[in-house]
């Protein structure tokens, strides 16, 4: 998975595997309840429990494996959890402080990954929200308060994104010294400062 694009995998990973099971959610019916009812019911816990079993399979396999990067030219790179650059395969010769700076590019791409992931999380949790505050309107006849309340959930999908966005300066800046001290990398260094400034958009 490239570094570019690596966010917008994740945030569209996650909530789709909270509804890759399409009997994940339902209630089991009870005597008596409205099979309308029944098909329509969340079950907020099996939705969490999966996403948060995607997001720590995602974790995992971010740390173990080996993180792909994308550059200007068609060459496979990718940064290994020992700080290895790998192009097409090949081990890249480097000192210690170029491994040093390898090292400290992979973990702010973990950085930014990891709070793509909370975004995914939250906007899984905002959808089962919305449509459990819905329902309970619906059957309730009470639809006051529905959208304050959702809201509360959503202005955490807003902290999550303004902490994604303060984590890009930093991130180009490291990407930036480490195409300076190594050149193999610069082709690879493709991040700017338009990146940044579109981000809060």
Do not use: H
């Amino acid at each position: 998975m490239t570094s570019r694009l690596l966010l917008p995998t994740l945030l569209l990973c996650l909530p789709l595997a909270a509804c890759g099971n399409p009997d994940a959610g339902k209630a089991a019916p009870a005597a008596g309840q409205p099979a309308g009812r029944t098909a329509a019911a969340v079950d907020a816990d099996s939705i969490g429990k999966t996403v948060q079993e995607a997001t720590d399979k995602a974790r995992k396999e971010l740390a173990q494996g080996n993180i792909s990067i994308s550059g200007s030219n068609d060459a496979k790179a990718e940064i290994t959890p020992q700080g290895d650059l790998l192009i097409d395969g090949t081990t890249v010769p480097t000192d210690a402080n170029q491994r040093k700076l390898l090292l400290d590019y992979r973990r702010q791409v973990e950085a930014l990954a990891g709070a793509g992931m909370n975004i995914g999380v939250a906007g899984a949790n905002l959808g089962v929200k919305a449509a459990g505050e819905a329902l309970k309107g619906i059957f309730s006849g009470d639809t006051q308060g529905i959208e304050e309340r959702v809201n509360a959930e959503s202005s955490k999908i807003e902290a999550e994104a303004k902490r994604l966005c303060t984590l890009l300066p930093e991130m180009m800046a490291r990407q930036q010294a480490l195409a300076a001290a190594l050149p193999a990398f610069k082709p690879y260094a493709t991040m700017d400062q338009s990146d940044i400034d579109d981000c809060g958009k």
